[in-house]
């Protein structure tokens, strides 16, 4: 039993890149929305992320097995790399935030969609047109006009941090490649739950280097309400991507992450009260619309199997 829904025929694959797509653009929404909900947990960003995943290696693991699953062995293994690189991919971004301006940082992570493109096109032998690209490049103009325009975003940076950043966006890459080609192996809820559990023992060293002590503070009853809500909605988020990994294109997934910048912006314009400037509305449409365009024209069953082995 995979835990995933199952399909057949081609009405069953259509279906499966229908719900696929659906999923991933939920992923970016909920992610969106959790980067403004972090603003408002008291902890540094690394305690924040590992308490997250502490909380999460209680309830998934508790959800997982009241359900009659059990976990083995193999499973671990195949989850094990992919749950160390998102672990550790969340120590680089949180300690490069701190070491560079955010407007960098975002810049550079909206190049994730351009090495997802080439390993696409080289290890999946996705076709990726000329439109694609067009459209690709179009929304990552639309998502620096937002950041760069956004007030406040020329504050100093330092080559320390950028490099952290762009070490940090080839990570997110990586892990992103990772887990589509693990997905072909494990179901999603197996997958979540083994992050949880391996994510949190690999974060905590960093945790607890950043509290300077042992073990990092347990966090108060308001930021674990808080803590809890970044597990129930970006971390669903999670759930929905590596659900949809195994049913839309590298391409697709990675141009979509294109739309957090934008999503995360309209929500702390009406969240955060946080200002918003002409140029940042225009670059919203241009990112939006450009991402709409990519995600309509791309095929109903996108190519899936690498080129050798997919682990």
Excluded at 200 to 219: C, D, N, S, T
């Amino acid at each position: 039993m995979s835990g995933d829904l199952e399909f057949s025929g081609n009405s069953g694959s259509e279906s499966r890149s229908g719900l696929g797509r659906l999923s991933a653009i939920g992923a970016i929404v909920l992610w969106s929305i959790g980067t403004v909900m972090i603003a408002h947990i008291d902890l540094p960003g690394i305690q924040a992320a590992f308490w997250r995943l502490v909380l999460g290696a209680v309830l998934y693991p508790t959800f997982f097995y009241a359900s009659g699953r059990r976990l083995s062995w193999r499973q671990v293994r195949l989850a094990a790399p992919a749950a160390v690189l998102f672990a550790v991919q969340l120590g680089v971004a949180f300690t490069a935030v701190k070491a560079t301006s955010v407007a960098n940082m975002t810049t550079i992570a909206a190049l994730v969609p351009a090495v997802l493109i080439v390993v696409s096109s080289v290890r999946y032998r996705e076709p990726i047109g000329i439109k694609t690209v067009l459209m690709g490049g179009i929304a990552v103009v639309g998502v620096v006009a937002i950041i760069r325009s956004a007030p406040g975003a020329d504050g100093a940076a330092g080559l320390r941090g950028d490099l952290l950043a762009i070490v940090g966006m080839l990570m997110f890459a990586a892990y992103f490649v990772m887990v589509k080609e693990v997905r072909q192996h494990l179901d999603t809820f197996s997958l979540q739950t083994l992050t949880m559990i391996i994510g949190a023992a690999v974060l905590y060293p960093f945790a607890a280097i950043e509290a300077g002590r042992l073990m990092a503070p347990i966090p108060s009853l308001g930021n674990w309400i808080w803590v809890a809500a970044v597990l129930a909605v970006p971390g669903t988020g999670h759930f929905l991507m590596n659900w949809a990994h195994l049913h839309v294109s590298l391409t697709v997934s990675g141009m979509l992450t294109l739309g957090i910048p934008v999503l995360s912006a309209i929500g702390a314009w009406l969240v955060l009260g946080q200002e918003m400037t002409p140029i940042q509305m225009g670059g919203m449409v241009v990112a939006l619309t450009a991402l709409v365009v990519v995600v309509l024209d791309q095929p109903a069953t996108p190519t899936q199997q690498p080129k050798g082995s997919p682990i």
